[in-house]
């Protein structure tokens, strides 16, 4: 069974635009959740996604938003770019709701923001 | 709120010896998972070991087992007979599984380095 895939593994963008960060959930996971990681601060819960529908979200700005696509590959986007964006953003998925059990992490894509 | 502390930044540890990496957190729960996570230079975190908060005997995963004390609120975790492959981060996170909002909270890792 192949893993959480993610989509790009590296991007460099400026500041003011924006960027579309795609993950593949393992096959049969409902589940998406989105974390970002930067040094230090460990990792900071995005939202989550589960049956298309978000089910939670975290303590982040309006210019980070997601969105399920039927086949439960998830897309994250982040609008007017900032260089605190700068971070490595990880997915993870699970069969059921995240906080029911074990995520499986993909590798992340690391976005810095010149 | 729940919280989860990793009070040690960095450790590290001789190829072959044992190592304790701490955990604390703080619920009002009583029904709760908690797993260890550990990230390597790759960065794909996989996880390492679970424990159910309900289960008092100790989780344990070949060389990796947890000291799991509810009343104290601690979930350490040890690795024995270290080896260079254990090198990376090791995150300590703590799950709600009945609660209808988003309860995954994760600490902010220990960084072990195993030393040939």
């Known amino acids: 069974k192949a893993g959480v895939t993610q989509t790009p593994r590296y991007l460099i963008k400026t500041r003011g635009q924006q960027v579309t960060l795609s993950c593949s959930p393992i096959?049969?996971?409902?589940?998406v959740s989105w974390y970002q990681q930067t040094p230090g601060q460990g990792l900071q819960f995005l939202f989550e996604?589960?049956?298309?529908?978000?089910?939670n979200k975290g303590n982040f700005p309006g210019r980070f938003s997601g969105r399920q696509f039927s086949n439960s590959r998830s897309e994250m986007n982040v609008s007017t770019l900032e260089l605190g964006d700068s971070a490595l953003y990880l997915c993870?998925?699970?069969?059921?709701?995240?906080?029911?059990?074990?995520?499986?992490f993909g590798a992340g894509t690391r976005l810095s923001v010149l | 709120a729940q919280t989860v502390t990793q009070s040690q930044p960095e450790m590290s540890v001789q190829e072959a010896e044992t190592v304790t990496l701490s955990c604390t957190y703080d619920?009002?729960?009583?029904?709760?998972?908690l797993f260890w996570y550990k990230q390597p230079p790759s960065r794909q975190m996989i996880l390492v070991i679970r424990?159910?908060?309900?289960?008092?005997q100790n989780a344990t995963e070949n060389r990796f087992s947890v000291n799991f004390q509810k009343a104290a609120k601690s979930f350490s975790l040890k690795i024995s007979d270290s080896q260079l492959g254990d090198t990376a981060m090791y995150f300590c996170?703590?799950?709600?599984?009945?609660?209808?909002?988003?309860?995954?909270?994760f600490g902010t890792g220990t960084r072990l380095k195993v030393l040939a």
């Open positions: 993870a998925s699970s069969l059921e709701l995240a906080a029911q059990g074990i995520q499986y």
């Open positions: 096959s049969g996971h409902r589940s």
């Open positions: 996604y589960f049956s298309e529908t978000q089910r």
């Open positions: 619920t009002s729960e009583n029904n709760y998972y």
């Open positions: 424990q159910e908060a309900y289960k008092q």
């Open positions: 996170a703590f799950s709600l599984p009945s609660s209808g909002t988003y309860k995954y909270i």
